[in-house]
Every structure is written in structure tokens, then in C-alpha cells.
């Protein structure tokens, strides 16, 4: 889609399940553009996309499930993907700035990540979302936010079906799958994550499961390990067999430790019984972006 050719419900009531942007626009302006678009369920947007400044720009659209947020996103409008219902699982891109009122209003939203650059939010994004749905925000600043209001109509959201979850600086993949009252697994940098407490203390015992109405705190410990070796492959060429690495980790104590892996788009990679790591390219990659934790 070109900005320049997109007019109000442009794609209302059409056969497409997937739309694609073009490249180059900073901003989607127009109002409605795929409103009460029954068919529509991926969006992709360009990575040049800074703002989608188009009230209700996605709005009313019943099977939309995926949508790409572009890093250099920074603002959400108004009502952008308001009764959306089929939409479970968003997580904000981390240069975002402003999300606009209504966002995702009566949407199917079980699990929304907030980041930390964030600065702006506006009235009853997440309102009458359903029971069982939790808020992941990044900081306090914005535990704070989501409990502020003027009016109890302007709520940001219904503590009687959502409940909050701070993650005390982590973050999720932008694939994550939220589920209904289950605390997911956020990520950081150079942490171990320990596990969910109601007490911003973390004194209570670790908690899996959400209640409506609560508040959760997530606990981080320092990581400590250390990876002996670093692995180059150079160049991997696609459909070729590159050969396998080994690695291993260790503890502070040089005891080597029992590993884990997330994340395996690029790489194969297998944990074997003395605890060294054997990684493998994968040799079968389709064109596209990936990423490895």
C-alpha cells in the first residue's frame, strides 16, 4: 500500500488476509484505512514507519492476528486497533513514545508489553479487554501511568479483568504468545530472571499465575556465567553444510554449568551431557531478518 493512494476504509469489507505498506512511508495518516476489514490477518508495516497518526487507522477488524512494529515507531494514535478481537498478544516496539486513548480498546488483548521509552498513555487503552489479560510494563514510571486517571471512565484499564506486571527493566520478544492469567517469562540483559512476586518487596513467594486486580513484580538475579569461546563461522551460504562448534559455559567458580538455549533461528543448537554447547548453522534459512539469543 502507498500512502498517497489509501483513503478512508479503503479496505473495508475485502478478501485480503494479509496487507503489506510500502517502504518509505514515515507516517499512516488516514483515518479508517483498514477498518471493519473482516478478512484482513497480518498487517506489515514499513520499516521506515515512525507514527500511525490515522484514528481507528485498524480498527473493527475481527481476524487480525499478526502485526510487525517497527523499531523506529514512536507514536500510536487514537482507537488504532480498537475492537480488534483476535489480537492476543502485542509487544510495543522499544523506541516507541506515545500511545494514544482507546488503543486497543475492547480488543482480545490477553498480554501487552509496554517499554521503557514510553512516555505518554493515553485513556482506556486496554478497557474492556478480556478477564484474564495482563499489562507488562517496563518501569514503575509507567505502573505509575497505568494508575493514573482524572475519572473513573477515563481508567486505563479494569482492574476487575486485568491485572499488571511490572518487569523491573525486561522485555519479550516481539513473538511472544501471551496466555490467559499466566505471568510470561520476560528477558534482560546480563540478568537470570527468578520468577513473579505480588510484593513490590519480592518477599511473597514466586507466583505463576495472575489475578485480576494485582499488581506483579518481577525479580532479576546477575548473571555470573561466562562463555569461554566465541564462535565465527564467517560466512554462512545458504543450502550449505557450514560443519558444527562446540562451546562450553562456565561459573564464576570455573565449574561448568548446566546451559540452556533460547532462541534457535540461526543456529541449531544442542546441549549435550557434559554440558558443552554443539552449535550448527542451520543450512535451510528462508530470505529474511533473525534473531538469536
Same mark, same amino acid.
Given at each position: 500500500l502507498n500512502q498517497y493512494k489509501m483513503s478512508t476504509q479503503a479496505f473495508a469489507d475485502n478478501s485480503f488476509e494479509k496487507i503489506a505498506f510500502e517502504e518509505g512511508i514515515t507516517d499512516i495518516s488516514t483515518s479508517q484505512v483498514i477498518a471493519s476489514s473482516k478478512n484482513i490477518e497480518e498487517i506489515v508495516l514499513p520499516s521506515t514507519l515512525e507514527s500511525i497518526s490515522?484514528?481507528?487507522?485498524?480498527?473493527?477488524c475481527p481476524a487480525?492476528? &499478526?502485526?510487525?512494529?517497527?523499531?523506529? +515507531?514512536e507514536r500510536l494514535g487514537d482507537r488504532i486497533f480498537e475492537n480488534d478481537d483476535a489480537l492476543t498478544s502485542v509487544v510495543l516496539p522499544s523506541n516507541l513514545t506515545q500511545i494514544g486513548s482507546f488503543t486497543f480498546e475492547d480488543s482480545g488483548i490477553l498480554g501487552l508489553y509496554i517499554p521503557e521509552s514510553v512516555t505518554d498513555i493515553g485513556n482506556r487503552i486496554v478497557q474492556d479487554i478480556p478477564s484474564g489479560s495482563i499489562v507488562y510494563v517496563a518501569n514503575e514510571a509507567l505502573l505509575n501511568m497505568m494508575n493514573e486517571s482524572d475519572s473513573a471512565w477515563n481508567n486505563k484499564y479494569n482492574n476487575k479483568t486485568t491485572a499488571l506486571a511490572m518487569t523491573n527493566g525486561g522485555?519479550?520478544?516481539?513473538? &511472544?504468545?501471551?496466555?490467559?492469567?499466566? +505471568?510470561?517469562t520476560p528477558i534482560k540483559s546480563g540478568n537470570i530472571f527468578a520468577g513473579w512476586h505480588a510484593d513490590e518487596e519480592l518477599a511473597d513467594?514466586?507466583?505463576t499465575n495472575?489475578?485480576?486486580?494485582?499488581?506483579y513484580y518481577a525479580e532479576w538475579l546477575p548473571s555470573n556465567y561466562t562463555v569461554t569461546e566465541n564462535i565465527n563461522f564467517g560466512s554462512v551460504v545458504y543450502g550449505v553444510d557450514s560443519g558444527s562448534q562446540k562451546i562450553e559455559a562456565r561459573d564464576a567458580e570455573e565449574h561448568i554449568i548446566a546451559a540452556t538455549i533460547a532462541g534457535n533461528d540461526i543456529f541449531e543448537t544442542v546441549v549435550n551431557e557434559d554440558n558443552t554447547i554443539t552449535v550448527t548453522?542451520?543450512?535451510n534459512l528462508s530470505v529474511g531478518e533473525y534473531e538469536e539469543t
Open positions: 490515522g484514528d481507528s487507522a485498524f480498527a473493527g487480525l492476528t &499478526t502485526i510487525n512494529f517497527p523499531k523506529s +515507531l522485555s519479550f520478544k516481539e513473538d &511472544t504468545e501471551f496466555s490467559e492469567s499466566v +505471568l510470561a513467594e514466586v507466583v495472575a489475578d485480576a486486580g494485582n499488581t548453522p542451520r543450512s
